[in-house]
């Protein structure tokens, strides 16, 4: 007797949210298959395989793209682009010629789509995007994730906070911390580059320009644990009357140096020093990452979310960060 179980499908399931994200739908009952650049049940080269694997499936989530954690040279900037771009084409392609479409499409997307916001909170409404090269890569994602006309799926894109343990700008946090080096990063002048220059098919933003803020370490800080985030997407799931861009970051916020004042704590460094921008650039250099992923002031709020009836699990970030450290110590 054949699988009964309704199918979903997950493409880039191999990360730190991939992973758990998996687990979760195993757990509640989904046949879960996934796509990714070795499979394993079908590969990004094999178109075939692929729309075999959406048609007739219940659901589809999408977290294909390479990871920001490098330096933005230009091959790394295409490749930032292409795996995000080509990878959800590619879905919506299977979908549209699908003889049972999925009912729910839920894309990654990012919350570095909204400008550098100490002023107020940026929210799915009222909420001003961004420009240059984080956000261009956001704009064009999502605008070919809405591209087409696809009447059996409802489709939303996860403007994704930071999630503490998973990828670049917590694995650094933590390192300072560990480092002596936990207190706050503090934005400054550099020398001029065009790596963060806008991208993308259309006209790219901004000037191309790296942006200089005086934030003196009180840029915002927007996460989300991953608990929320794979409850979130079981919430989403589940409300047919939510479509379109939905942000995922808990609604109380923090800024860099409340955040290294509880990294600090958790790790049990007893001192933090600052670390200005001209101490992160070489830094940075040396880690094969970017500046931007500690500096940027990322002011991010739930409002759909939380009018649509969402009770996080972690509302606040301070005790969500001694979670995550207490784990990944465990682990």
Request: hydrophobic share 40%; net charge positive; glycine share 10%.
């Amino acid at each position: 007797m054949g699988d009964t179980r309704e199918r979903a499908v997950v493409a880039g399931a191999s990360g730190f949210i991939g992973r758990r994200l998996v687990r979760e739908l195993d757990d509640r009952g989904y046949e879960v298959v996934c796509i990714g650049r070795t499979g394993p049940d079908a590969r990004w080269d094999d178109d075939t395989a692929v729309r075999a694997l959406i048609d007739g499936a219940a659901l589809v989530i999408n977290l294909a793209g390479k990871s920001v954690d490098c330096r933005y040279t230009d091959r790394n900037r295409n490749e930032i682009l292409r795996s995000r771009i080509d990878t959800t084409r590619q879905l919506r392609r299977a979908i549209k010629t699908s003889t049972q479409p999925p009912r729910v499409w839920l894309n990654a997307s990012t919350a570095t789509i909204y400008r550098y916001a100490l002023d107020r909170p940026m929210t799915e409404t009222h909420g001003e995007l961004g420009t240059g090269f984080s956000a261009d890569i956001a704009h064009n994602w999502e605008n070919d994730f809405f591209g087409g006309d696809l009447p059996g799926t409802r489709r939303m894109a996860l403007r994704m906070a930071i999630v503490p343990g998973d990828g670049p700008a917590t694995a650094i946090l933590v390192r300072l911390a560990r480092l002596g080096l936990g207190g706050p990063q503090v934005d400054g002048r550099w020398f001029p580059h065009r790596r963060y220059r806008g991208i993308g098919v259309a006209q790219p933003t901004g000037d191309g320009k790296a942006p200089t803020h005086h934030s003196r370490g009180r840029q915002r800080f927007s996460g989300i644990h991953i608990d929320d985030v794979v409850a979130s997407i079981r919430f989403i799931v589940a409300r047919d009357e939510l479509t379109g861009p939905v942000n995922l970051a808990a609604p109380h916020p923090s800024d860099n140096r409340r955040l290294m004042s509880t990294l600090r704590r958790s790790v049990g460094a007893r001192l933090g020093m600052p670390a200005f921008r001209w101490m992160l650039e070489p830094a940075m250099w040396l880690l094969r990452t970017e500046p931007e992923l500690v500096l940027k002031s990322r002011w991010v709020e739930p409002e759909r979310l939380v009018a649509a009836g969402y009770r996080f699990l972690w509302p606040d970030l301070e005790p969500a960060i001694d979670d995550v450290v207490t784990r990944t110590a465990r682990s």
